[in-house]
C-alpha cells in the first residue's frame, strides 16, 4: 500500500511508523487512522518486524489530537460507531499487540494523540513535550480509551484532575506521574527508543507477546489475571525457545531465540 499519511521505515528488526502531517501537528484524520490499522496489521505479520516505534515527524507534535473538522456534523450514533470502530481497530489493537511497541512523543501530544501514545506499551517523550486530554474544552470526553488508560496510568484522582481541567503538563511532570517511562533530549529521543526496543528484542518474541497478554490482563476487569499469567506461563513450555532458553542458561551461552 502507498502510504499517503504515514512513513515506514524499517531498521533492522524496528519499524517506525512515523504520523506524517507536519503542517496539521500530525492530527488523525480518518484516512490516517485507516492507514494506520494497515500499517500495524502488516507489521504484526511480517516476520522480519520484531517490535515497532510510533513517533510523529517533525519537532512540533507527536501527535496534537483529532482532526477536530471531522466532527462537526456527528450525530449520536455516528459518533459511538466511529469511537467502537477506531477503538476496536486501532488502539486495542496496539495495546494487545503480539510484538513490543514503543511511543517516541516529540512535542504535543494531546487528545487522541495522548491516546495513541498510552495504548503503546511503553512511552518515551522528549524534554520539549507536552501531554493534556483537553476533549473538555470543545464539550467532549476523550473517546478513544483515554479515560481508562489515563486512570490505569496514573490513578483514579489525578485522571480526573487532568481530564477535568483540560491541563497541559511538560515530559517531567508526566514522568513524575508515572505517563512516560523516560525523558530525553530531542536529540536522544528515537536513539532511547531504539534501544529499549533492541533489548526488548534480545529476548524471546513468544515470551514477550504472553507477557504482554498478561500484563494486560492486570488492568481489565473481565476475567482473572493472575489466571491469564498461568496460562501464558504454561504456553511457553511448548516453544522451542524455552528449550532454547534453559539450555543456553545451562551451558553458559547466550541464547538463540526463533520465535517458535
Avoid: W
Avoid at 517523550?125 to 473538555?136: F, I, R, T, W, Y
Wanted: include cysteine.
Amino acid at each position: 500500500m502507498v502510504y499517503q499519511n504515514l512513513l515506514i521505515e524499517n531498521k533492522g528488526r524496528i519499524q517506525y511508523i512515523v504520523i506524517n502531517r507536519e503542517s496539521k501537528l500530525n492530527a488523525l484524520n480518518k484516512d490516517t487512522l485507516y492507514e494506520l490499522h494497515i500499517a500495524l496489521g502488516d507489521a504484526l505479520y511480517d516476520k522480519e518486524v520484531g517490535g515497532v516505534i510510533i513517533t510523529g515527524a517533525g519537532a512540533k507534535a507527536f501527535v496534537a489530537g483529532a482532526d477536530i473538522a471531522e466532527f462537526k456534523g456527528l450525530s449520536m450514533k455516528a459518533a459511538l460507531h466511529l469511537a467502537h470502530e477506531n477503538q476496536k481497530n486501532i488502539f486495542d489493537l496496539i495495546e494487545n499487540f503480539g510484538k513490543p511497541i514503543i511511543a517516541a512523543i516529540n512535542g504535543f501530544a494531546l487528545g487522541g494523540g495522548l491516546e495513541l501514545a498510552m495504548a503503546c506499551h511503553i512511552r518515551i517523550a522528549s524534554d520539549n513535550a507536552k501531554m493534556g486530554l483537553p476533549e473538555v474544552t470543545l464539550g467532549l470526553i476523550p473517546g478513544y480509551g483515554g479515560t481508562q488508560r489515563l486512570t490505569n496510568l496514573v490513578g483514579k484522582g489525578k485522571a480526573l484532575e487532568l481530564i477535568l481541567t483540560a491541563d497541559m503538563i511538560t515530559a517531567a511532570e508526566a514522568y513524575q506521574l508515572g505517563l512516560v517511562n523516560h525523558v530525553v533530549s530531542q536529540d536522544g529521543l528515537l536513539v532511547k527508543a531504539e534501544e529499549i526496543l533492541n533489548k526488548i528484542l534480545s529476548k524471546a518474541p513468544l515470551a514477550i507477546a504472553g507477557a504482554i497478554t498478561a500484563v494486560n490482563a492486570a488492568t481489565r476487569n473481565e476475567g482473572n489475571g493472575f489466571e491469564t499469567e498461568m496460562e501464558e506461563f504454561a504456553k511457553c513450555f511448548g516453544t522451542a525457545d524455552l528449550k532454547e532458553g534453559i539450555a543456553a542458561f545451562l551451558e553458559k551461552r547466550k541464547p538463540s531465540f526463533k520465535g517458535k
